[in-house]
């Protein structure tokens, strides 16, 4: 969950006390529809995994990024 | 001063600005400017646009053609002939009628993309080949049209598709965000970007170190010897063959060649001579260094030689110990990993930074200048003193105005001149052919020649008048005819133009860099007087002719015919 809460932060270029456990793209005004591809390609170099366009949408708050992540990295 | 991108396109480009940031590096101050989607179009057609406002160096242009016109590929080949010659009209009006907005508006460089020709489509073999064949088509005449439109190139993106592969095409985000480029696409864009950039900047290299044994042949010559090296049009000697058929291509390019190798001197002239398969022969390099010093040494002693800095070197050499003593010496040095398999020697050549927008006459006699350079220095060594030297030379120093049959050439000096350049203001063709259209402005071209050899167009110099002052704008000269006094040549003609025009006062800047040291004290050399900071000046009736009797100087206005050619 740091590690997410990290590159949500440093790609939105926001301070990390701002990424909580429930943030979602509705709570981060810097995550729009730029912030989200840019995160995406981040969550992907660093974790190593590939979403699907329907993952990619889907992917919107913290809980659900931290979830698919630990699906796909079994 | 920091260097103005602006990157323009109908589609999503964000991502590739901060990688085009990173990959900048801190090296070069630069400044970006971006407009995508629908801001493309409107700032690019409204003159006082954000864009134009922010007064770009370069302006890359990244149009997809889905945006403008969607589903041809699965669409053109139901349309009738006619339709089709009417579709691909559109397509490279549209395309040329952008980058002539763009010049129109601003003095940048423009950089415009082809269109990528899709590997298949859904239509198969028999009807694919009427869409292909048409981009290609359009891809052609777009690239004949922007030939035509001053400081423009074209950058192929469908060969960049290519080397990325489709499976590097990113359809999740092109559905989400009209962004198709993946992880290896990126890359290869920008350091495509990256490419003019550096050419445009003058970084390009200018002189490739080879070693010998096992990089320029095969085999060690002093074990194996001359008979049994690997050069002939044997599997063995292809790989080398194929290197130096690529280096002497590059050398009548203009690139300089030079061997730095361990091995007894005479040994390795004889093969660079006599050897009946060699392709490069020891005239087709600027600089030897053939003995048993260590590398680094011997490659301070090129760049002594040659009068160039480290950061314009290449270095080739197949021993992994040799590239990490040169690149632990000389950092600045590009020195590319020689691949294990010689097969693939001559491909690390396209990575080598050697890129050039142009070709002038001064490149493709670039190497016989270094070499009648060489017969200067022995003339120099053997004259009584170096007055003496400088009469024996016979100097001729021919000053125009800048034709526009030159204004490449004066470009490429601007972008080039590092050493003695006053202010380094890397002005492009376009903005020079501004001042030599401006009635208030005029740009001096400097030709310089002796008994040895001609040294082409060495010197360039632009003032402006303003208030009954002409004002220094540039002035550079190539570092290759320093020392004989031409600088104070095309300094007097500035002046006797400017005494011409009526004007009371001359004034000049000298703005620092890294490399120009060299020519700090310059104005005051001249008889101008500090005024300011960086800023020199005098009255025109003060300034006193200089002592260049060993030069015979000619000097034409705007309008003159060229003496010679």
Same mark, same amino acid.
């Given at each position: 969950?740091?590690?997410?809460?990290?590159?949500?932060?440093?790609?939105?270029?926001?301070?990390?006390?701002?990424?909580?456990?429930?943030?979602?793209?509705?709570?981060?005004?810097?995550?729009?529809?730029?912030?989200?591809?840019?995160?995406?390609?981040?969550?992907?170099?660093?974790?190593?995994?590939?979403?699907?366009?329907?993952?990619?949408?889907?992917?919107?708050?913290?809980?659900?990024?931290?979830?698919?992540?630990?699906?796909?990295?079994? | 001063?920091?260097?103005?991108?602006?990157?323009?396109?109908?589609?999503?480009?964000?991502?590739?600005?901060?990688?085009?940031?990173?990959?900048?590096?801190?090296?070069?101050?630069?400044?970006?400017?971006?407009?995508?989607?629908?801001?493309?179009?409107?700032?690019?057609?409204?003159?006082?646009?954000?864009?134009?406002?922010?007064?770009?160096?370069?302006?890359?242009?990244?149009?997809?053609?889905?945006?403008?016109?969607?589903?041809?590929?699965?669409?053109?080949?139901?349309?009738?002939?006619?339709?089709?010659?009417?579709?691909?009209?559109?397509?490279?009006?549209?395309?040329?009628?952008?980058?002539?907005?763009?010049?129109?508006?601003?003095?940048?460089?423009?950089?415009?993309?082809?269109?990528?020709?899709?590997?298949?489509?859904?239509?198969?073999?028999?009807?694919?080949?009427?869409?292909?064949?048409?981009?290609?088509?359009?891809?052609?005449?777009?690239?004949?049209?922007?030939?035509?439109?001053?400081?423009?190139?074209?950058?192929?993106?469908?060969?960049?598709?290519?080397?990325?592969?489709?499976?590097?095409?990113?359809?999740?985000?092109?559905?989400?965000?009209?962004?198709?480029? &993946? !992880?290896?696409?990126?890359? %290869?864009?920008?350091?495509?970007?990256? =490419?003019? $950039? /550096?050419? @445009? +900047?003058?970084?390009?290299?200018?002189?490739?170190?080879?070693?010998?044994?096992?990089?320029?042949?095969?085999?060690?010559?002093?074990?194996? &010897? !001359?008979?049994?090296?690997? %050069?002939?049009?044997?599997?063995?000697? =292809?790989? $080398? /063959?194929? @290197? +130096?058929?690529?280096?002497?291509?590059?050398?009548?390019?203009?690139?300089?060649?030079?061997?730095?190798?361990?091995?007894?001197?005479?040994?390795?002239?004889?093969?660079?001579?006599?050897?009946?398969?060699?392709?490069? =022969?020891?005239?087709?390099?600027?600089?030897?260094?053939?003995?048993?010093?260590?590398?680094?040494?011997?490659?301070?002693?090129?760049?002594?030689?040659?009068?160039?800095?480290?950061?314009?070197?290449?270095?080739?050499?197949?021993?992994?110990?040799?590239?990490?003593?040169?690149?632990?010496?000389?950092?600045?040095?590009?020195?590319?990993?020689?691949?294990?398999?010689?097969?693939?020697?001559?491909?690390?050549?396209?990575?080598?930074?050697?890129?050039?927008?142009?070709?002038?006459?001064?490149?493709?006699?670039?190497?016989?200048?270094?070499?009648?350079?060489?017969?200067?220095?022995?003339?120099?060594?053997?004259?009584?003193?170096?007055?003496?030297?400088?009469?024996?030379?016979?100097?001729?120093?021919?000053?125009?105005?800048?034709?526009?049959?030159?204004?490449?050439?004066?470009?490429?000096?601007?972008?080039?001149?590092?050493?003695?350049?006053?202010?380094?203001?890397?002005?492009?063709?376009?903005?020079?052919?501004?001042?030599?259209?401006?009635?208030?402005?005029?740009?001096?071209?400097?030709?310089?020649?002796?008994?040895?050899?001609?040294?082409?167009?060495?010197?360039?110099?632009?003032?402006?008048?303003?208030?009954?002052?002409?004002?220094?704008?540039?002035?550079?000269?190539?570092?290759?005819?320093?020392?004989?006094?031409?600088?104070?040549?095309?300094?007097?003609?500035?002046?006797?133009?400017?005494?011409?025009?009526?004007?009371?006062?001359?004034?000049?800047?000298?703005?620092?860099?890294?490399?120009?040291?060299?020519?700090?004290?310059?104005?005051?050399?001249?008889?101008?007087?500090?005024?300011?900071?960086?800023?020199?000046?005098?009255?025109?009736?003060?300034?006193?002719?200089?002592?260049?009797?060993?030069?015979?100087?000619?000097?034409?206005?705007?309008?003159?015919?060229?003496?010679?050619?």
């Amino acid at each position: 969950m740091v590690e997410i809460k990290q590159i949500i932060a440093t790609t939105l270029q926001i301070p990390l006390e701002s990424v909580r456990d429930d943030s979602s793209n509705q709570s981060i005004p810097e995550w729009d529809s730029l912030g989200h591809m840019n995160l995406i390609m981040a969550l992907e170099k660093h974790f190593g995994v590939a979403f699907t366009l329907d993952e990619i949408i889907e992917l919107t708050d913290l809980a659900t990024i931290q979830r698919v992540i630990s699906e796909k990295k079994g | 001063m920091s260097y103005r991108w602006a990157i323009i396109s109908n589609t999503t480009v964000s991502p590739l600005i901060a990688q085009l940031r990173k990959a900048v590096g801190t090296k070069q101050p630069c400044e970006f400017h971006v407009a995508q989607y629908g801001e493309a179009d409107q700032q690019v057609l409204t003159p006082a646009s954000a864009l134009y406002s922010f007064a770009p160096n370069l302006i890359v242009v990244l149009l997809d053609l889905q945006q403008i016109k969607p589903g041809l590929e699965t669409s053109f080949a139901f349309e009738t002939p006619d339709a089709r010659s009417a579709i691909c009209r559109e397509l490279v009006a549209l395309t040329v009628g952008y980058v002539k907005a763009l010049r129109a508006n601003s003095t940048a460089t423009l950089l415009i993309n082809n269109f990528p020709v899709p590997h298949r489509t859904a239509l198969g073999i028999g009807l694919d080949p009427l869409w292909k064949n048409a981009l290609r088509d359009i891809n052609l005449q777009i690239a004949g049209a922007v030939r035509e439109i001053p400081q423009c190139y074209l950058y192929d993106l469908d060969s960049l598709w290519t080397e990325a592969g489709i499976a590097d095409r990113d359809r999740r985000f092109e559905m989400l965000a009209q962004f198709p480029y &993946g !992880p290896k696409m990126q890359q %290869l864009l920008i350091a495509e970007w990256l =490419r003019y $950039f /550096r050419t @445009l +900047q003058g970084l390009s290299r200018k002189c490739i170190v080879v070693d010998l044994d096992n990089t320029l042949w095969g085999g060690i010559l002093g074990e194996d &010897g !001359p008979d049994k090296l690997h %050069l002939g049009d044997t599997p063995e000697g =292809r790989p $080398f /063959r194929q @290197l +130096q058929t690529a280096l002497k291509a590059l050398q009548r390019r203009g690139v300089l060649l030079a061997i730095a190798s361990k091995n007894n001197s005479a040994d390795a002239l004889a093969v660079l001579d006599n050897h009946p398969d060699m392709i490069l =022969r020891l005239a087709d390099f600027s600089a030897l260094q053939i003995n048993w010093q260590d590398k680094a040494t011997n490659l301070r002693a090129i760049l002594t030689e040659l009068n160039i800095g480290p950061q314009h070197l290449v270095f080739l050499d197949d021993t992994p110990a040799e590239r990490k003593w040169v690149r632990d010496s000389l950092p600045e040095v590009l020195v590319p990993e020689l691949p294990q398999d010689t097969a693939r020697y001559a491909d690390v050549l396209t990575e080598c930074e050697l890129d050039t927008l142009s070709l002038t006459e001064e490149d493709l006699k670039r190497t016989q200048m270094y070499h009648e350079d060489r017969e200067r220095r022995v003339a120099q060594v053997a004259a009584p003193s170096y007055e003496d030297f400088l009469k024996q030379l016979e100097l001729q120093v021919e000053i125009v105005s800048l034709p526009a049959s030159h204004v490449e050439r004066a470009a490429q000096l601007c972008q080039r001149t590092n050493q003695f350049n006053l202010t380094t203001r890397r002005h492009t063709a376009e903005q020079l052919t501004r001042f030599v259209e401006s009635p208030d402005s005029e740009v001096f071209l400097m030709k310089v020649a002796d008994r040895f050899g001609d040294y082409g167009w060495t010197g360039l110099a632009i003032a402006q008048i303003n208030d009954q002052t002409a004002t220094i704008d540039s002035f550079l000269v190539s570092c290759r005819v320093l020392g004989k006094h031409v600088e104070f040549a095309l300094f007097w003609a500035i002046t006797e133009w400017a005494r011409s025009r009526d004007c009371r006062h001359l004034a000049g800047t000298f703005l620092p860099t890294a490399k120009n040291s060299l020519c700090a004290d310059f104005y005051t050399k001249c008889g101008l007087k500090p005024v300011g900071e960086s800023a020199f000046a005098a009255p025109v009736a003060d300034l006193p002719p200089p002592s260049i009797q060993h030069i015979k100087l000619t000097v034409s206005a705007k309008g003159d015919p060229l003496p010679h050619g």
